[in-house]
């Protein structure tokens, strides 16, 4: 069996969980949540959720992966082997997550090039949807290929393949000290200019004017603890992955705060930076900020670009701003490609250049019907079916595993051990109650809610082949891959069933 790779330094590996944690989602998702759950007072269970289930799950999987050293099937192997399959279930659907988010990297890819002479025209959402994406007319819909995308794509996963195939240390190291920092000042150079902007003020007093009203109703609670679980890359397999390759005298608990800190404190300059060019952007239309917020895809390649047409520097606005769109991109998908490539090679004892070759030439072929006419709409499905039956239910999963059915002391020993500060009985309290019965009821709310209404008004057909069939396969797969051994499970040391 290989030995196992370290990171090199502490640094490379807050950076590189920091840029799993920041991903597009950060940027066109966590203020749109902030603005419709209540602006300033949405802070308030943002940070509860935070401390009560975020780092207290975080902390968990830093744990987890330091003490058992190995891709996310290895770990659950090594503490029960009827366990296996919950690891192999949080990986495929990593992969699943892996071959559509890169699309929207492409996108991100295309539209830096646009930006130096505003390529996109005046009719921002006519160009995306009409000519960029020339979507047709439904998800079953799938035309051709769109093979500007496609290109775009296929340099995406090239990146994602140069730094995989060096490595965590020569490769995925190098390349978070590389993007994170480039991702940070990019960002507040861009917020700089745009607080400085007319209108920027009203669109920031839209986003942070607090409504306390909205601290009494649950959902704007549940959509705090939402927000943190997709955001955190918690719950399927990247923080197991990436921890597993920590030196043994790694502090567990001080990593752990700084990522969840990190990740909170770049949603809100993207919400700043967002709020205050849309600001702007409803000042020059003579319109409220409301008519112009947008979330999601509709902001990012729609309703930005349209404001960066009336900015004085476009190109200079623009390119940046893509960039740092392609750099959150590229850093989240490594991180989740990373977990596949490690399960691959515990599983079938691969070296790691031919397991990250045919993993990337693997998902790059999968992922081409994401390049096609009806690419949006089936990304669309399947991000709303793996994100809430997939990413949630494993999590949930999870929790209840190493919380519940494995002795959550011995974890706690072990995290204490290596760090500078313990955690105490909160800590566990968290885990064993809050985290899973949040996890349960919004997974349990999500279920209900599709059952009965469906999901965007798509076709039945469509939402059964790209959604309920495809989180039931992975599911399903996840415990066939279990059936065969795991090579080089190894030799779990004291048990976390232990009744120490």
Not at 2 to 27: C, D, M, Y
Not at 444 to 454: F, K, P, S, T, V
Request: glycine letters at 10%; one cysteine or more; aromatic letters at 16%.
């Amino acid at each position: 069996m290989q030995k196992r790779e370290q990171w090199g330094t502490r640094a490379g590996f807050v950076l590189a969980a920091i840029g799993s944690a920041i991903g597009l989602g950060n940027i066109w998702r966590f203020p749109y949540v902030a603005y419709e759950n209540g602006g300033g007072a949405f802070f308030v269970p943002y940070l509860f959720a935070m401390i009560t289930a975020g780092i207290p799950f975080l902390i968990l999987e830093f744990g987890a992966g330091h003490k058992y050293r190995g891709s996310a099937p290895q770990i659950f192997a090594k503490l029960s082997k009827k366990w296996e399959w919950v690891g192999w279930w949080q990986v495929l659907v990593s992969f699943i997550i892996s071959i559509y988010y890169v699309a929207v990297v492409g996108w991100s890819i295309s539209y830096f090039f646009l930006a130096f002479n505003q390529g996109w025209g005046a009719e921002t959402g006519d160009f995306f949807f009409k000519e960029f994406l020339a979507l047709s007319d439904g998800p079953l819909d799938v035309g051709g290929i769109r093979w500007s995308i496609f290109a775009s794509v296929v340099a995406a996963w090239s990146i994602c393949w140069v730094v995989l195939f060096k490595g965590v240390k020569k490769g995925i190291e190098i390349a978070s000290k590389i993007f994170m920092p480039l991702l940070f000042v990019m960002v507040i150079i861009i917020t700089v200019r745009a607080v400085t902007l007319p209108g920027s003020l009203e669109g920031l007093n839209w986003m942070f004017k607090p409504d306390f009203k909205a601290l009494l109703d649950i959902d704007v609670w549940i959509a705090a603890y939402g927000q943190l679980f997709y955001s955190l890359s918690i719950g399927f397999a990247i923080m197991l992955t990436y921890s597993s390759y920590l030196p043994k005298d790694s502090d567990i608990n001080n990593n752990a705060f700084i990522t969840a800190f990190a990740n909170c404190g770049f949603s809100i300059i993207s919400g700043i930076l967002v709020f205050s060019v849309l600001g702007n952007m409803a000042l020059n239309q003579g319109v409220g900020v409301d008519k112009v917020v947008k979330s999601g895809v509709g902001l990012a390649f729609v309703t930005i670009p349209k404001a960066i047409n009336y900015l004085p520097n476009p190109a200079f606005f623009g390119t940046l701003f893509f960039m740092a769109l392609i750099f959150a991109g590229l850093s989240s998908h490594i991180s989740i490609c990373e977990t596949c490539v490690a399960s691959l090679m515990g599983k079938f004892d691969l070296n790691r250049k031919k397991a990250v070759t045919i993993y990337c030439m693997v998902g790059l072929f999968t992922g081409t019907i994401f390049a096609t006419n009806s690419g949006l709409y089936i990304l669309d499905i399947v991000d709303h079916f793996i994100n809430n039956f997939g990413v949630l239910a494993a999590g949930l999963v999870e929790i209840i595993f190493l919380s519940w059915i494995c002795n959550l002391e011995v974890f706690r020993e072990h995290i204490n051990k290596t760090s500078d500060f313990a955690v105490g009985n909160w800590w566990v309290f968290c885990l064993k109650f809050i985290t899973p019965l949040v996890l349960g009821y919004m997974s349990i709310a999500n279920l209900i809610g599709d059952i009965r209404n469906g999901y965007e008004g798509y076709p039945g057909d469509a939402l059964f082949y790209f959604g309920w069939f495809l989180v039931v396969m992975v599911a399903v797969i996840g415990f066939v891959l279990q059936t065969t051994s795991l090579t080089g499970a190894g030799t779990p040391g004291r048990s976390a069933h232990s009744n120490r």
